[in-house]
């Protein structure tokens, strides 16, 4: 196991939105960094111009803001390190540990070969421009890594799936430097991590295939060789790697779709790692509990229905007060001008009522936005006369009740008493007079929440209209 200080990094390329994919390697590199006392830093990879855009970096760094993983030292930007890596490069033609390529798209044609090596074709470059090696001459080149000639295989000895062996096969002299000037990603993530003094680095499976090459660079380099650690994918709910296409996706939808940035994280943390039967974690309890040793290494499979159980355990644990700041403050929800003339303790009481049954935010708004206007429809629109009468003793009786809790339960008891009715008769007709739907919050909280004057209107509205 490496030694260092632990620093870790995430490293998006801002080409789209943030995959949810992305944020929980984020998210895993994060924890991993608060559990041990390490470093949490960010690295934003634009060195694609054609596919960077700068509305995708505001994006992802939205994104990872909103989830609270703030990166410990300022964020660097690949593309402004572009100097650095091509004099790297050129240290590394110095030093003979790589090679100017003069070869012509045509003489590449007859230069690559396809190789197979367990089932998977890769083209190779047979290293012909290698005898140049110390010679620079008046063309065109690209700078090509020179493979060690004694390397028969490279073995990845990865923190999460175990130790990984490559045969040398499959990869050639590969590209560092295009003969545009670009560097390529294989090399800049190199450079970037040993200037970044980066330990471990955690890291989506797909780019597994990208680290023998990289390591065979750190020894290149002379720079000390991190630990890696591959995640495996997470899959879409019909077992296949899940697209970017895909509606669940996109990381900063949840923010907007009111699920808990706590919960979303808490959902990701426990896809593909467990801690017991644990499945509600508070941020600090995933910082406490979170190792690499218990990461599976198999794929797990997106579960929009586990997410939704995670947020509303979530959303129910919250204080209402917490609640309204949140959807107020960072879901810029127009909680105010939504509800006007409500007062702030009437809020938290419906708060309070309607967290119980809401999976989103943004559900829990709506719930407010209707129970606070009066009921348009009513699930029940037609009374018998004999409900009629009782609305009405009802209204008559709660004019002189206290609108507690306690006082409320005792007074439709004896009310239900004296009048030989259930309560399982009352209840809805109470419930559809207050809301206009027969499924709501307990008709005691209901009642409290909206307050002794705004209950005796809306059961005088529903009353008249029959
Ligand atoms: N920039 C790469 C990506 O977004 C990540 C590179 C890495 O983590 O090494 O997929
Ligand atoms: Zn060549």
Redesign the pocket.
């Known amino acids: 196991m490496n030694q260092q200080p632990i620093r870790v990094r995430f490293?998006?390329?801002p080409t789209g939105m943030l995959h949810i994919g992305g944020l929980r390697t984020a998210l895993f590199n994060f924890l991993f960094a608060r559990h041990n006392n390490g470093k949490f830093l960010l690295r934003i990879?634009d060195t694609d111009k054609e596919r960077s855009q700068q509305q995708y970096t505001d994006a992802i760094l939205n994104t990872i803001s909103w989830c609270s993983m703030t990166p410990d030292e300022p964020v660097v930007i690949q593309s402004e390190r572009q100097q650095e890596h091509l004099r790297v490069a050129e240290q590394l033609v110095h030093e003979q540990k790589a090679y100017y390529c003069y070869c012509t798209p045509e003489e590449l044609q007859r230069r690559i070969a396809q190789t197979t090596v367990n089932g998977i074709t890769y083209s190779r470059y047979d290293g012909f421009c290698k005898k140049f090696i110390g010679q620079k001459l008046d063309k065109p080149f690209v700078i090509r890594f020179a493979v060690p000639a004694d390397c028969t295989q490279v073995v990845v000895d990865d923190a999460i799936k175990g130790q990984i062996t490559f045969s040398s096969d499959a990869f050639d002299d590969f590209i560092l430097v295009r003969s545009d000037g670009a560097p390529m990603y294989n090399f800049v993530?190199v450079v970037d991590d040993a200037f970044m003094r980066i330990s471990h680095?955690i890291?989506?499976e797909e780019?597994l295939i990208n680290t023998p090459k990289q390591i065979l660079l750190y020894q290149a380099c002379g720079y000390p060789v991190p630990t890696f650690g591959h995640l495996p994918l997470i899959l879409g709910p019909d077992g296949t790697k899940m697209s970017k296409r895909d509606s669940a996706a996109n990381a900063y939808d949840y923010k907007e779709r009111g699920y808990l940035p706590e919960a979303l994280c808490n959902y990701l943390v426990r896809l593909g790692w467990s801690h017991g039967d644990q499945e509600i974690f508070s941020f600090p309890e995933m910082i406490a509990a979170f190792s690499l040793n218990a990461i599976s290494s198999k794929g797990a499979l997106f579960d929009t229905q586990k997410l939704d159980w995670v947020n509303s355990m979530h959303i129910k644990a919250l204080s209402a007060d917490v609640l309204y700041t949140y959807m107020k403050q960072v879901m810029q929800l127009p909680l105010d001008t939504h509800l006007p003339g409500l007062s702030l303790q009437t809020l938290y009481a419906l708060i309070d009522q309607y967290k119980q049954r809401c999976v989103t935010l943004q559900q829990l708004y709506h719930e407010l936005v209707n129970i606070h206007a009066q009921p348009a429809n009513y699930e029940i629109a037609q009374l018998t006369f004999e409900e009629k009468k009782l609305l009405d003793s009802l209204i008559t009786n709660l004019v002189v009740t206290e609108f507690t809790h306690e006082h409320l339960k005792k007074m439709i008891k004896v009310f239900c008493h004296t009048q030989e009715i259930k309560l399982g008769d009352l209840g809805p007709l109470i419930r559809v007079a207050l809301t206009g739907k027969k499924d709501a919050p307990g008709i005691y909280d209901l009642m409290v929440a909206l307050g002794k004057e705004e209950t005796l209107t809306r059961l005088r509205n529903y009353y008249a209209r029959f």
């Open positions: 490293a998006p390329s990879e993530v680095i890291r989506g780019h």
